[in-house]
Each structure stands twice: as structure tokens, then as C-alpha cells.
């Protein structure tokens, strides 16, 4: 999407059903074997049971960024996050970002984001993206 055809209150959602595999997977590929995402047993007295990463569900904040808003070819300057609330296996997360401010002179967007399962935020995010025309 090009800088010129964004605007203010613009926004982008997409929900993603979190399951054990991607979890697994994620611990798999970052290294991060924290019991609590990995040991049902360890996680129960804790959370109730294994929970998601916190920075799968940026991740996929940041696939929105990089597919719907902006768009391909965007670039991610900064990302703010505070977690909130865990993501469990079986919860389907919607992720939702909005455009708040629009810098022209340099083509850069600012985003506000949440992750939420039905009224149970997860976490807010902000971020600044620069675009390319």
C-alpha cells in the first residue's frame, strides 16, 4: 500500500487459532524452551497450564504490518509492547491494528495494536513503520 492512500482510523484484524504445534514449534525455532510454554505439569500452578510466547503473538502483529497495513515493502522502525494477559493453546486471538498518525514528510505511519481473546486483552502494542512512496 502506498503512504499515500492510508488514513487516520484505518485498521487491519486478523484472528489466529494458537495450538500447541505452533508453540512447540516457536520454542523449537527461537530456542526458548521455558517450561512454562513447554511443561504442562511445570505451567499448571502458575497459568493453569503451557501458555504461547508473548512475542509469537508479536510476531503475528507483525505479519499484519508486513501484509495488510501498511503493506509489503513496509519497514518496522520501533514496536512498543505490554503484555497484559496470557495466550493459551485452542484460544483464537484476534490481532488488531489502527493507523493514529501519518508523518508524510518522511512516509512514516504510527500504529496502535491489541491482541485480545474475546474481552481478555493480551497485550497493546504501538508502532512506527516507514514506507517506501
Known sequence: MKFSELALGQTATQTIHITPEMIAGFADVT???????????????????????????????????????????????SLNVRFKAPARPDDDVCIEVKVVKLVPRIRKVELEGRAYVGDRVLLRISAEVLLEE
Open 31 to 77: 530456542g526458548d524452551h521455558n517450561p512454562l510454554h513447554t511443561d504442562p505439569a511445570y505451567a499448571e500452578p502458575r497459568f493453569g497450564g503451557v501458555i504461547a510466547h508473548g512475542v509469537l503473538l508479536v510476531g503475528f502483529f507483525s505479519a499484519i504490518l508486513a501484509s495488510q497495513l501498511p503493506g509489503p515493502g513496509s519497514v518496522a522502525r
